[in-house]
């Protein structure tokens, strides 16, 4: 079985600051990682996602996450974060092992990440 | 290209009222999703469907049945609903493959069950 432990629930964060926000992993097997954010009273949509190759993921918005196998983490960074980017954060893992019908994904309890003017 | 489109928006039951959530993506995707969010508990997958015809529990089944209609339509019913099963609903969509294609979500819908 996988788990994913996201280690903030709340991040608060000064326009124009970085900003980090921390995800773990547990997982028997290889894994894949996902970075989902929902905007207030809508559904989630993809970041970014790590299958295999480059720890160095880039994804949409200016985001980017490293995998780290050693540490059984995808920390989620942003250098530079705007008023727009306030939304909750979700940190996701499937395990390769999974067959094609049975895919499924595992999340994390979501970080909420506000953009202080 | 609406995309995953769900319906209600909003719900409001009494205990032991019946209701079935509505969903329909038109992205010719394989597998369909119910999940259920709450606050500091991240997503749990309800039910899923691999593919048309089939259906399999995921992490928090009980109080929950769903029908795979068709390719398109993938529908979750409460049958007695009860104050615990207040919360927002998910349903997603995905292309199958042995690659993790992302999900897609819907906008959800907002059940109160008082």
């Known amino acids: 079985a996988q788990s994913v432990t996201q280690l903030d629930s709340q991040v608060p964060v000064f326009e124009e600051a970085p900003v980090e926000l921390r995800c773990n992993y547990s997982?028997?097997?290889?894994?894949?990682l996902f970075w989902y954010v929902q905007y207030p009273n809508q559904g989630l949509q993809l970041l970014l996602k790590?299958?295999?190759?480059?720890?160095l993921v880039k994804g949409i918005n200016g985001f980017e996450a490293e995998f780290n196998k050693s540490q059984t983490s995808f920390h989620l960074r942003k250098p530079s974060v705007h008023i727009s980017d306030t939304a909750e954060y979700f940190c996701?893992?499937?395990?390769?092992?999974?067959?094609?019908?049975?895919?499924?994904?595992?999340f994390g309890k979501g970080t909420k990440l506000s953009v202080i003017p | 290209n609406a995309g995953v489109t769900q319906t209600p928006k909003f719900q409001v039951l009494k205990t032991g009222q019946s209701m079935t959530l509505q969903c329909a993506q038109d992205?010719?995707?394989?597998?369909m999703y119910w999940y259920r969010q709450d606050p500091g508990m991240g997503l749990r997958l309800i039910y899923y469907?691999?593919?048309?015809?089939?259906?399999d529990k995921g992490e928090v089944p009980n109080g929950y049945n769903v029908s795979r209609l068709n390719k398109r339509e993938f529908s979750l019913r409460l049958e007695s609903a009860a104050p615990s099963q207040t919360s927002v609903y998910f349903c997603?969509?995905?292309?199958?493959?042995?690659?993790?294609?992302?999900?897609?979500f819907g906008n959800g819908t907002r059940l109160t069950v008082t």
């Open positions: 997603a969509s995905r292309s199958q493959g042995y690659r993790p294609e992302a999900l897609h």
């Open positions: 997982s028997s097997v290889s894994v894949y």
């Open positions: 790590y299958l295999s190759g480059s720890t």
């Open positions: 469907s691999a593919s048309e015809g089939t259906t």
């Open positions: 996701a893992v499937s395990d390769q092992a999974s067959g094609a019908g049975s895919y499924q994904l595992t």
């Open positions: 992205m010719n995707h394989n597998s």
